[in-house]
């Protein structure tokens, strides 16, 4: 069992419905030197890619990605979910499906901020069906930039969203797996990743 499996295991809670609670350390409340170890993990991970920015969704994907940056020395950019005043000129768009809150989202980068040039690695706290990651894959396309790779906290294996991506031909690369949970039980098991 890996660190974050056992941080998991010790503070993650199930609930009915397949969600798993990790704001004790995670996406309320967040734990750095847990997530340090996360950066440390993907840098190892992806250290070969020459990796130039890193790109996350608002808003529990940003104190990880702020991190891992920091391990890349790189900038962050993060996809906004809202238009807001201070948003100006062009802007790259798509459609995200959110599975935690039920609703669609049209999220945004400013043109200026990703570039053809740009070399990102996309990071997040949780994939589920894949949604958020598809349209952050999408606003790098559209900016004629390359998807070097995907770093996930928590993969929930049992849902089709790793196996989309990875059919896609992207290294995506979870820290955690999650086979199966029992809402009864609390019980978690992890798949392994020899």
């Known amino acids: 069992m890996n660190f974050l499996e056992e941080r998991i295991v010790k503070d993650g809670v199930v609930k009915e419905g397949n969600v798993l609670k990790v704001d004790s350390f995670l996406n309320h409340q967040m734990d750095i030197k847990l997530f340090d170890q996360m950066g440390e993990a993907f840098k190892e991970k992806f250290r070969e890619k020459n990796i130039n920015k890193i790109l996350t969704i608002e808003a529990s994907g940003i104190g990880i990605a702020c991190i891992v940056a920091k391990h890349f020395d790189v900038p962050v950019v993060f996809a906004k979910k809202a238009k807001s005043i201070n948003l100006d ?97 609390g019980e978690i098991v992890f798949r392994s990743q020899e």
């Open 89 to 185: 000129g062009e802007m790259y768009t798509a459609e995200v499906e959110s599975f935690t809150h039920k609703t669609k989202n049209q999220i945004i980068v400013a043109k200026k901020f990703l570039t053809a040039e740009d070399r990102i690695l996309i990071i997040d706290d949780f994939l589920a069906n894949g949604c958020a990651l598809q349209g952050l894959i999408q606003l790098v396309q559209a900016a004629g930039a390359e998807v070097c790779g995907i770093g996930i906290a928590i993969e929930k294996g049992f849902q089709p969203g790793g196996q989309i991506i990875r059919n896609l031909g992207y290294q995506l690369e979870s820290l955690a797996i999650v086979e199966s949970m029992n809402g009864e039980t």
